[in-house]
Every structure is written in structure tokens, then in C-alpha cells.
T-cell receptor, first 114, second 113 residues
Framework: ELKVEQNPLFLSMQEGKNYTIYCNYS?????LYWYRQDPGKSLESLFV?????AVKQEGRLMASLDTKARLSTLHITAAVHDLSATYFC??????????????FGKGTKLSVKP | DAGVIQSPRHEVTEMGQEVTLRCKPI?????LFWYRQTMMRGLELLIY????????DSGMPEDRFSAKMPNASFSTLKIQPSEPRDSAVYFC???????????FGPGTRLTVL
């Protein structure tokens, strides 16, 4: 059974600081996704990582994927209050396929304080 | 495009009643997913369709749950009879090809009393 573990589950940061959220998964997969969810809202896609070594950046967020280590990271640079949200990683369990059968982590609730 | 559309946005019902949730995916998307989100269990994939055909319904919790996709622009998730433990936010999502990002609808917040 595929398991997806995120850590930390809660993260309180000061504005301007850097931090990394980790996403480990338990079985072979080559597709990983990061989503953002604001309180009471839906999920918004941030990054799609489709191969080993993939790195994507958008603004203050950068995501990477190491399929050999079964690890993805979401790095936050110089955090600002607007980044406060819950961040989910999701892993496609259909390795070698392409059917979007995603297993989500529990989410990391990020709070950025001035 | 208006994005994924779900209705109703909120539903309050009594135990034993039938509940039908509706979803309109983004035009041109060939995959449709139904998820449930609760504090205890997080986000769970219930069922997904490819070209209107159910591919995997192993996440559907019980026979009380059923889903249909009669055409490319409409899907329903039905709970009959509903129970208080079904209270959750139900999301519909769609994607073009299974490996691309999934676009989520606004969700339906279901409360079963």
C-alpha cells in the first residue's frame, strides 16, 4: 500500500525566513504533485513533477523530485504572509501508467508571521 | 473556462436521506475524480473515470455510495442512505490525461444530521 508522509505537519515561520517541507513516499512512483489549500477553499495546483531530478520554481516556491530516494521537497524562500496555507503533496500510485490515481499526504499547515 | 463546477455548495440533510452531488468538469478533460476530505482521514480518492468509464472505485467506502458519468460534461455522486459519518467536503476534479495536474472544483460541504 502506498503511503505518503509529509513533515512537518505544522510549520510556523517568520517572514523573510527559508524553510523546506518534505514529502516521502513508500513505493515506486514517477509522478508527484504539490497543491495549496487556503482555509475553507479548494485545492490549487502548484507543481507537477514527472521525472527523477525534476525541479520547478514559481515565485518563492521551488519543488524537486528524487524518485530514487522517494522524496520530494518544497522549498520556501524569504517567506511572506501570503504563503500561509496548507500544502499537500500527492503521489500517483500507477507507476508507469498515467491515470492520476493520487494518494495525498496529510498536508503541512504553514503559518507565516511578521 | 469556468473551471470545474460543483453543486450544491452546501447540503444539510438528515440521516437516511438520499444525497446527490453534481459535477461538471472542464471542457475537453478526459479524466474525472471524486474526492472526500475530512479532518480525520484527509483527502481520499473515491472513484475516477476516464472517458466517462469508471476505472477504479476501490475508494468508495460502501455500497451506499455510487457514481455515474453519463456524458463527458456531467457526473454525479450519490449516497443512499446517508449517515452522519458521511459528513465531509466532497471535491470533484478533472484533468486532461491522467498525468497532468488535476483541477479541483469548489467542493460540496455535506452535513448529515
Amino acid at each position: 500500500e502506498l503511503k505518503v508522509e509529509q513533515n512537518p505537519l505544522f510549520l510556523s515561520m517568520q517572514e523573510g525566513k527559508n524553510y523546506t517541507i518534505y514529502c516521502n513516499y513508500s513505493t515506486t512512483s514517477d509522478r508527484l504533485y504539490w497543491y495549496r489549500q487556503d482555509p475553507g477553499k479548494s485545492l490549487e495546483s502548484l507543481f507537477v513533477l514527472l521525472s527523477n531530478g525534476a525541479v520547478k520554481q514559481e515565485g518563492r516556491l521551488m519543488a524537486s523530485l528524487d524518485t530514487k530516494a522517494r522524496l520530494s521537497t518544497l522549498h520556501i524562500t524569504a517567506a511572506v504572509h501570503d504563503l500561509s496555507a496548507t500544502y499537500f503533496c500527492a503521489v500517483d500510485m500507477t507507476y508507469g501508467g498515467s491515470q492520476g490515481n493520487l494518494i495525498f499526504g496529510k498536508g503541512t499547515k504553514l503559518s507565516v508571521k511578521p | 473556462d469556468a473551471g470545474v463546477i460543483q453543486s450544491p455548495r452546501h447540503e444539510v440533510t438528515e440521516m437516511g436521506q438520499e444525497v446527490t452531488l453534481r459535477c461538471k468538469p472542464i471542457s475537453g478533460h478526459d479524466y474525472l475524480f471524486w474526492y472526500r476530505q475530512t479532518m480525520m482521514r484527509g483527502l481520499e480518492l473515491l472513484i475516477y473515470f476516464n472517458n466517462n468509464v469508471p476505472i477504479d472505485d476501490s475508494g468508495m467506502p460502501e455500497d451506499r455510495f455510487s457514481a455515474k458519468m453519463p456524458n463527458a460534461s456531467f457526473s454525479t455522486l450519490k449516497i443512499q442512505p446517508s449517515e452522519p459519518r458521511d459528513s465531509a467536503v466532497y471535491f470533484c476534479a478533472s484533468s486532461f490525461r491522467g498525468y497532468n495536474e488535476q483541477f479541483f472544483g469548489p467542493g460540496t460541504r455535506l452535513t448529515v444530521l
